[in-house]
């Protein structure tokens, strides 16, 4: 039998978030604006789940990360990623060796540390068949030769690196992952000036004969991309759910707006023109969680979901744009300015439009799937 209710602890955690998004997140969301990186939120976040889940950790699992994303977004969008705790990152690290997860694990459950993935190149972004990046055999370790682009979290403690190992391979085949730290000589980065998410910079990494140990590297030669593929769908899900957290936050923001606010005698939600896009706007949202959540059930069960995560990285971002837009208008010119916070998260939302896959990307993915009969099986 369907159960979309969560357990009794992930519906605790969802509260106890919420009101520390509220609280603590929310008054600080515009400090990360002007270039300032939340850590000390993040170490606040991090540090709650741990203790929250501790006892329970069997449910801590990818549907909580979910509340985290949704309930995260609510206060500060850009606290999301570094805040969804262990068994987010244990679909990310999941090839890690053990000396790989004694180095970093730890430091990136708790946030002290950020890893940044390092794939879309100037000429390869949803392609990662057309990356150039190389890494080549020097003695008992790999030089890496390339440049990446769009890398988000551009001051993270390491970079997870995608480089083309096998001087002989095509296509997605003979690409390999690196664990590069941030000090390693020979790495450089350039940061983007961005519309939104400029708490979390993006912009170049450059690799200029990077040497990295043999223990740097993630997994069996030749198979990042296989592995690296099947954390999209999870990530993609999560995408989705921090950008509908965003958008509900702003609806709730209007409701209570457009009830204070007065025109022509009444109240703004006298009007249907107020009320109808808000219902409209809540309804899509809603679908949207729910596939998202979804996902993240498939995932957990085993089940294949990488169409219904292409569906859901499309969808979600964009409603929750369009929502989010809708919000700052009927707020009229004050929902335009930066006194609200309804400016900021539209500009943050739209960011994750094309993060992680465009629209065009995730809309050929499915189409692929139904070609084949697999999305309709």
């Excluded at 159960?3 to 997140?25: G, K």
């Excluded at 009007?271 to 679908?287: C, K, R, S």
Aim: glycine share 10%; proline share 5%.
């Amino acid at each position: 039998m369907l159960d979309f209710s969560f357990t009794p602890s992930q519906e605790e955690y969802r509260q106890a978030l919420r009101e520390l998004a509220r609280e603590e997140l929310l008054p600080r969301y515009a400090e990360g604006d002007a270039g300032t990186y939340p850590t000390e939120q993040i170490l606040r976040i991090n540090a709650f789940a741990e203790e929250f889940w501790r006892g329970r950790e069997d449910e801590w699992d990818l549907i909580a990360c979910g509340i985290t994303a949704e309930e995260i977004a609510r206060g500060d969008f850009n606290c999301v990623l570094p805040s969804l705790g262990r068994p987010y990152q244990s679909q990310l690290f999941s090839d890690f060796s053990e000396a790989q997860h004694a180095r970093w694990t730890e430091e990136l459950a708790s946030g002290r540390e950020m890893i940044a993935l390092a794939i879309t190149e100037p000429q390869a972004g949803s392609d990662m068949a057309q990356l150039a990046a190389r890494a080549e055999r020097s003695g008992d370790g790999w030089v890496i030769d390339g440049v990446k682009s769009s890398v988000s979290f551009l001051d993270a403690g390491v970079f997870y690196v995608f480089a083309r190992s096998d001087p002989a391979s095509s296509g997605w085949q003979g690409i390999s992952g690196f664990l590069v730290p941030r000090d390693t000589p020979g790495l450089s980065s350039e940061p983007f000036e961005d519309l939104g998410c400029r708490a979390i910079r993006r912009g170049v990494l450059r690799l200029e004969g990077v040497r990295v140990p043999e223990d740097a590297m993630v997994g069996p030669p030749g198979t990042a991309f296989q592995r690296i593929s099947r954390f999209f769908d999870v990530n993609r899900a999560i995408i989705g759910l921090k950008c509908t957290g965003a958008a509900l936050q702003s609806v709730a923001e209007t409701i209570e707006y457009t009830r204070k606010r007065e025109a022509f005698g009444q109240p703004l939600t006298a009007n249907q023109g107020i009320t109808f896009p808000l219902a409209e706007g809540v309804t899509y949202l809603d679908h949207a969680r729910l596939g998202c959540y979804r996902v993240l059930w498939m995932r957990q069960n085993g089940i294949p979901c990488r169409h219904e995560g292409a569906m859901v990285k499309w969808w979600a971002p964009k409603t929750a744009a369009d929502v989010i837009h809708k919000c700052l208008t009927l707020h009229g010119h004050v929902g335009y300015s930066n006194q609200l916070p309804i400016e900021q998260r539209l500009r943050d939302v739209i960011g994750w439009q094309i993060g992680d896959g465009a629209e065009e990307v995730m809309k050929l993915l499915v189409a692929r799937e139904l070609m084949t009969g697999v999305a309709t099986s």
